[in-house]
């Protein structure tokens, strides 16, 4: 079945999506990469991921896989050689809980920050803040989460090195405080600098001017009002 042709449904700019990438490209796995547009999802999009209706989607022969961490455990388990996952349970479940953790207590709220404005984006920032010090001290002493080659938590947590420090610019916000961070900072930096990460990334000013865009919409709309209501003002 590993054998079987693979293919995987994107968008260029989302992080989720390279996170597939990057699994795939540690891997050495051949793919073919097919561009969505999610603004006007195609039909092939609609058809294999009728449930979310997101990217990434992963094709492998005749079985489709969606959400990018069930994609990547998968790629992980399809193909293991050059494990992502660590071998012992208790290591494997805990780099579950802590790529868990990043995505509802960091990435959610470093979103909120950058659509946000006023009090309620400092509020933002400073919960993100909160889950960076948590996540300090999980990397602490380590070159990378994985160790000293790349792991499920480094292809997890990557777009905190490149997709994090765009949202700070465009949101005039401060998240990853090197002085405060050390160890987060030095993981970033390291990260960025491996061949599979830094040669896989959008365009950073491409990115820039794509989130100016995407967070002003998202800020004017009225569904955000509910969702800033709901997270920062429970």
């Not at 499920?152 to 961070?181: A, H, N």
């Not at 061949?195 to 709309?221: C, H, T, W």
């Amino acid at each position: 079945m590993a054998e079987k042709k693979v293919k995987l449904l994107g968008f260029w700019v989302s992080p989720f999506v390279y996170r597939v990438i990057w699994a795939l490209k540690l891997k050495g796995i051949d793919y073919e990469y097919i561009e969505e547009d999610i603004f006007n999802k195609s039909p092939l999009l609609l058809q294999l991921n009728p449930i979310h209706k997101k990217v990434p989607v992963l094709i492998h022969g005749d079985r489709v896989i969606s959400e990018s961490y069930v994609i990547v455990q998968y790629i992980d388990e399809t193909w293991p050689h050059c494990p992502l996952l660590p071998q012992d349970p208790y290591e494997r479940a805990m780099a579950r809980f802590w790529a868990d953790f990043a995505e509802t207590k960091l990435l959610h709220t470093a979103w909120l920050g950058l659509c946000a404005r006023g009090a309620e984006r400092e509020k933002a920032a400073k919960l993100a803040m909160e889950a960076v010090a948590k996540i300090e001290e999980v990397v602490k002493g380590k070159k990378l989460f994985g160790g000293e080659s790349i792991g499920y938590l480094d292809v997890c947590l990557g777009w905190i090195s490149y997709w994090l420090p765009v949202w700070e610019e465009v949101g005039s916000m401060q998240i990853i405080d090197p002085i405060k961070f050390p160890a987060t900072s030095s993981w970033m930096n390291t990260l960025l600098h491996h061949p599979v990460i830094g040669d896989n990334l959008p365009a950073r000013d491409a990115m820039i001017e794509y989130f100016q865009k995407r967070s002003k919409d998202i800020y004017e709309s009225d569904w955000f009002k509910d969702i800033i209501r709901l997270h920062l003002h429970p």
